[in-house]
């Protein structure tokens, strides 16, 4: 692992990989809002999902991204995430 690099682990691999692989989402703690967060403009509670259609399903399956953030089912999520996965 390079010093200089920011490490994060997806939640539905486990697998440590560095920042910029992964999609950051983050429940803005000012304002409760859920938002994709790639350059932590944000600040609140994260959840970190590998760029790969896997990864975000799984992230899904019960509830997991929803118990991390500690928020409500939420469909219009996942579309948002998979919006990245196209990009
Ligand atoms: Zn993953």
Request: charged share 35%; aromatic share 8%.
């Given at each position: ?32 809002e ?19 259609e ?8 019960k ?25």
């Open positions: 692992m390079k010093e200089n690099e920011i490490y994060r682990k997806c939640i539905a691999c486990n697998q440590i990989k560095t920042r910029d692989t992964l999609i950051k989402i983050t429940r803005q703690k000012t304002t409760g859920i938002k994709i967060n790639p350059d932590s403009k944000f600040f609140g509670r994260s959840a970190y999902i590998c760029k790969n896997e990864c975000v399903n799984n992230a899904f399956k509830g997991k991204i929803f118990k991390i953030l500690k928020i409500k089912d939420n469909e219009i999520l996942k579309e948002k995430i998979r919006a990245v996965l196209e990009k």
